[in-house]
């Protein structure tokens, strides 16, 4: 059974850093992409970041390359989104997602998905 757990949301001023953490369970890596999404209140859920399992490709929404970094630790079956210079519109619940093998920006591609943690950039 796949397991998706974030946490490290939270309130923080614009400029601000918080990182991000995916703690994952019932699959590997190695097959499965694992993706950082954000739904804003009112607006579409959208894909930040996705890293793909087959050879760790990563890519980025343009809203925040160069400002998030994913990562992902195997030891610790945990994938991280390192959040630097947040931004008001940086402000939504995010949620990890899984799905075999690529990347997916459509959400409704995405199989299994984490219960969301809210962040909140406001000064």
């Known amino acids: 059974q796949v397991l998706l757990v974030e946490s490290g949301g939270g309130s923080v001023q614009p400029g601000g850093s918080l990182r991000l953490s995916c703690a994952a369970s019932g699959f590997s890596f190695d097959d499965y992409a694992i993706g950082w999404f954000r739904q804003a209140p009112g607006k579409e859920r959208e894909e930040v970041s996705c890293?793909?399992?087959?050879?760790?490709?990563?890519i980025y929404a343009d809203s925040v390359m160069g400002r998030f970094a994913i990562s992902r630790d195997t030891a610790k079956n945990t994938i991280y989104l390192q959040m630097n210079s947040l931004k008001p519109d940086d402000t939504a619940v995010y949620y990890c997602a899984a799905r075999r093998n690529v990347c997916h920006s459509a959400p409704a591609f995405w199989n299994h998905w984490g219960q969301g943690t809210q962040v909140t950039v406001s000064s």
């Open positions: 890293v793909r399992g087959l050879d760790s490709r990563i």
